[in-house]
């Protein structure tokens, strides 16, 4: 599960939603996080690229502009060897 959340608290923030196989925690995190500051884009009318708007040094999103704070709720597990199934949750918790 991914959260973009924009520096102007009077907008609106997404949760993006990631489901996948034979990829860890920190893949699927950053996976949904991506997805979550790109959904936000959206907002802004601009087009996304993962890999010009992420800048390591500050561990930000810049948007637009936009300073956007990214995180991620993740949980991964291996599945059982005799292929039986193997589920695994995360969740968030909205506060007002």
Excluded: C
């Excluded at 893949?27 to 601009?46: R, S």
């Amino acid at each position: 599960m991914g959260l973009s959340i924009p520096k102007n608290p009077d907008q609106h923030g997404y949760l993006s939603e990631h489901h996948s196989a034979g990829q860890n925690e920190r893949q699927a995190g950053d996976y949904a996080e991506d997805l979550a500051a790109e959904m936000l884009a959206t907002i802004f009318g601009v087009k996304f690229d993962s890999d010009k708007t992420w800048n390591e040094r500050r561990e930000q999103w810049t948007i637009s502009g936009e300073i956007v704070k990214t995180k991620s709720i993740t949980q991964s597990a291996i599945g059982d060897k005799r292929g039986l199934w193997t589920t695994v949750l995360a969740g968030a918790v909205f506060v007002a």
